[in-house]
């Protein structure tokens, strides 16, 4: 198990939802948390009734220039966790250009600049922590997804090639794969969400999963069968089952 205690985590995408409720979780686990994203009202005003130490640094993850600018003035981390996300749902009979480079530029982009950043330092020290988040999207095409489950796909396979690269070395990789979680961006969904998480239930089952350590966790479990199984399908039986 991790041992969290004087740790000092970069956290991008703090400022609500599963970022706002990790942060909570981790500082209670006595982490010392540098916390970024846009909103530096909502990053202070977080920074100030978490139990421990923490600072607010704003960033755009859209903006390499403001990402650098934003590790520099973090500091030395023991590990990254990145967390910002970009949300709508429409199909490709319905593409809107510019949500889908929205959702392309801050999930999966904005990781890459993000990744590009704050990697260099713990491979030259030998030492530290990268967890990136995913989603059960991101396993096989959906319907309604054609812009959003794209860009967590390319999340989830960046975490595994820096695993195949880093595992051997100080440094570790992790990608939490979630399910619905109760968020302003799932307020947009029109349909049932099954297995629907708070935000603070996902926020202790990443914890718990970057205390024990492992490559990939997704969840919730059981809703992440019918996902991960998928992969396993034959097109002519999945597309049957999924659109």
């Not at 409720?21 to 530096?40: D, I, N």
């Not at 801050?106 to 967890?131: C, E, K, Q, Y």
């Not at 399910?179 to 969400?193: A, E, Q, S, V, Y």
Request: one cysteine or more.
């Amino acid at each position: 198990m991790r041992d969290w205690t004087g740790k000092r985590y970069w956290l991008i995408g703090a400022s609500e939802g599963l970022g706002e409720a990790l942060a909570e979780r981790m500082s209670r686990a006595g982490v010392e948390l540098v916390l970024s994203a846009r909103s530096r009202d909502k990053l202070e005003a977080l920074a100030e009734r978490l139990p421990g130490r923490a600072r607010a640094v704003p960033l755009d993850v859209r903006d390499l220039d403001s990402v650098k600018a934003a590790a520099e003035e973090a500091g030395e981390v023991d590990g990254m966790i990145f967390l910002a996300g970009a949300y709508w749902p429409f199909s490709a009979r319905e593409i809107d250009a510019e949500q889908m480079e929205v959702m392309g530029d801050i999930n999966f982009t904005g990781a890459l600049r993000a990744v590009s950043v704050a990697l260099p330092p713990m491979v030259a020290r030998d030492r530290g922590h990268v967890v990136l988040t995913g989603s059960l999207s991101g396993f096989r095409g959906l319907p309604g997804a054609v812009g959003y489950a794209p860009s967590k796909a390319g999340v989830m396979v960046l975490a595994e090639s820096m695993h195949c690269d880093l595992r051997k070395t100080g440094v570790e990789v992790q990608v939490a794969n979630p399910g619905f979680i109760r968020t302003r961006l799932t307020d947009k969904n029109d349909f049932h969400m099954p297995f629907l998480m708070e935000p603070e239930d996902a926020a202790q089952r990443m914890f718990e999963f970057m205390s024990r350590g492992g490559l990939k966790y997704s969840f919730p479990t059981v809703f992440s069968w019918l996902f991960r199984g998928g992969q396993f399908l034959p097109d002519w039986l999945y597309y049957r089952i999924f659109s």
